[in-house]
T-cell receptor, first 115, second 113 residues
Framework: EPEVTQTPSHQVTQMGQEVILRCVPISNHLYFYWYRQILGQKVEFLVSFYNNEISEKSEIFDDQFSVERPDGSNFTLKIRSTKLEDSAMYFC?????????????FGNGTRLTVT | AQSVTQLGSHVSVSEGALVLLRCNYSSSVPPYLFWYVQYPNQGLQLLLKYTSAATLVKGINGFEAEFKKSETSFHLTKPSAHMSDAAEYFCAVSEFGNEKLTFGTGTRLTIIP
């Protein structure tokens, strides 16, 4: 079964550095999402992306964050200047459509540790 | 604003016993509700979803959940626990269909042999 793949599985970075988290969604999917989970807390919606633009974003998704689909397969999340509180598990997801008959498929996540 | 509350961050049941994981929701409009499961080192996998078609929803792996509007609940049950059910379970709500899910904090289910 096709799956969403995320790389790397674990990223360690120093505060103030830029990081790029990479995701390869399922090939025929058109909607892409990033969620994050700070250790011990809820999984939180960050952003949704469709037709090469952001369709929805949360208040967490401030100017430090950006998303891009640089080619036909990758979907990336960039954090410009990481803060300690950005340490979390970041999940990418994709779906064929917005409809409820098209479930979200999540990747295994990237654990980001900011030191 | 939408939110979910999962009562019990850890639940332990014996193999063969009933599994009950609790979820209460808050939503300003009729909600869409979901249960996801996360096995170790894996992503979130959809177990089942409520979309207003039927109040009792059956999902994969023998799980089901009942939407009770009067109690604002969407508890997840399975009649007989199996060792392979050990995982973290997340309840989620959305007012926008498939987009912008709001998750609970999760319940870690442990199965006792």
């Amino acid at each position: 079964e096709p799956e969403v793949t995320q790389t790397p599985s674990h990223q360690v970075t120093q505060m103030g550095q830029e990081v790029i988290l990479r995701c390869v969604p399922i090939s025929n999917h058109l909607y892409f999402y990033w969620y994050r989970q700070i250790l011990g807390q809820k999984v939180e919606f960050l952003v949704s992306f469709y037709n090469n633009e952001i369709s929805e974003k949360s208040e967490i998704f401030d100017d430090q964050f950006s998303v891009e689909r640089p080619d036909g397969s990758n979907f990336t999340l960039k954090i410009r200047s990481t803060k300690l509180e950005d340490s979390a598990m970041y999940f990418c997801a994709s779906s064929e459509s917005r409809g409820l008959n098209s479930p979200l498929h999540f990747g295994n996540g990237t654990r980001l540790t900011v030191t | 604003a939408q939110s979910v509350t999962q009562l019990g961050s850890h639940v332990s049941v014996s193999e063969g016993a009933l599994v009950l994981l609790r979820c209460n929701y808050s939503s300003s409009v009729p909600p869409y509700l979901f249960w996801y499961v996360q096995y170790p080192n894996q992503g979130l996998q959809l177990l089942l979803k409520y979309t207003s078609a039927a109040t009792l929803v059956k999902g994969i792996n023998g799980f089901e959940a009942e939407f009770k509007k009067s109690e604002t609940s969407f508890h997840l049950t399975k009649p007989s626990a199996h060792m392979s059910d050990a995982a973290e379970y997340f309840c989620a709500v959305s007012e926008f269909g498939n987009e912008k899910l709001t998750f609970g904090t999760g319940t870690r289910l442990t199965i006792i042999p």
